[in-house]
């Protein structure tokens, strides 16, 4: 599949039939000391996409998947820990189209209130992503709604990959780009655009690590996720299409105790006033620890992936 020409296609359709739903989110360039980095020269990109319409990058490809395909009248339907059905949820709602949300146990009061103010239908059953999909796969056999994957579809992925190329267009190509992984939509469009001209690093917390395990197996399998980013980074298993393109074009992929997500996410908010969620904080806790460490000079760019979180979480 040509990636590059998929995301220039998901980009202009989004331009041309959803301008008034997507953002250009602000890409923020500090110093490296201004967040504890003490290697020399260091440049850090910021890409604030949790001020995305829907509060998180998964705006870009739920809406190109509700573009791309003709919309029955049973509407969309998608299982998600929160921010997939959030995103298909205004989406839907933007055109005018019903939406059913799926969602785990596990997802916080917080997006399933988002979900219902947006007027979606929200069934929440089964412990964690996977037992929300299985749910949402027999539902959608009924319903013959269309069915947005959270991460496992060409154009979700696609619209994700949009995310680097503006990047690209803001600021040029970064050195590095951290990002977090669930199930893969958000690598998968990014190191599909990016290639081998960025280095492109995985990042996941050691209760959910999915792409990790993989390459131990050598290729998808089962595990089991908890911690404090389940909600968001909760899938089971990388999807098949992250997979392909993580074997490609991925090389670094690491792994983060919860206890430095969570203080990189309090961090963001006491010293930056960033709202995010844990899985947005994934980038920042990888410099911070130093799990991850920049090259002298090196242009790093951290993606803040979303912000659907209680704010009395952050106190």
């Not at 696609?158 to 951290?178: S, W, Y």
Request: glycine share 10%.
């Amino acid at each position: 599949m040509d990636w590059r020409r998929n995301i220039e296609a998901a980009a202009r359709r989004l331009h041309e039939r959803a301008p008034h739903f997507l953002r250009e989110t602000p890409l923020w360039k500090l110093s490296g000391r201004a967040l504890g980095v003490e290697v020399p020269g260091v440049e850090v990109w910021l890409k604030l996409e949790h001020l995305q319409a829907s509060g998180s990058f998964k705006a870009r490809g739920m809406m190109n998947r509700l573009l791309a395909n003709e919309i029955p009248e049973s509407g969309a339907i998608v299982a998600s820990g929160g921010n997939a059905g959030i995103a298909t949820a205004a989406a839907a709602h933007a055109l005018g189209v019903h939406c059913e949300v799926f969602l785990p146990t596990v997802s916080p009061e917080a997006k399933r209130a988002r979900l219902r103010a947006l007027g979606a239908t929200v069934v929440v059953g089964g412990e964690m992503y996977g037992d929300a999909l299985a749910a949402c796969l027999e539902r959608q056999r009924e319903s013959g709604a269309l069915l947005t994957h959270a991460y496992d579809q060409p154009e979700v992925v696609a619209g994700a990959g949009t995310l680097g190329r503006e990047i690209e267009q803001q600021g040029g190509l970064p050195d590095a780009v951290l990002v977090s992984v669930g199930g893969g939509g958000l690598i998968g469009g990014l190191a599909a655009w990016f290639e081998q001209r960025s280095r492109v690093v995985a990042l996941e917390p050691e209760r959910a690590p999915t792409l990790y395990r993989a390459r131990e197996a050598g290729e998808p399998v089962d595990v089991e996720v908890g911690g404090v980013a389940a909600d968001s980074l909760g899938a089971r298993r990388i999807g098949a299409i992250a997979w392909d393109i993580t074997q490609r074009h991925v090389r670094d992929a690491l792994l983060l105790p919860d206890e430095a997500i969570r203080a990189a996410q309090l961090w963001l908010w006491k010293e930056l006033k960033l709202a995010v969620e844990p899985a947005a904080a994934l980038p920042l806790a990888a410099l911070q620890s130093g799990a991850y460490v920049p090259r002298e000079g090196e242009k790093l760019c951290l993606i803040v992936c979303g912000a659907n979180v209680d704010p009395a979480s952050l106190a």
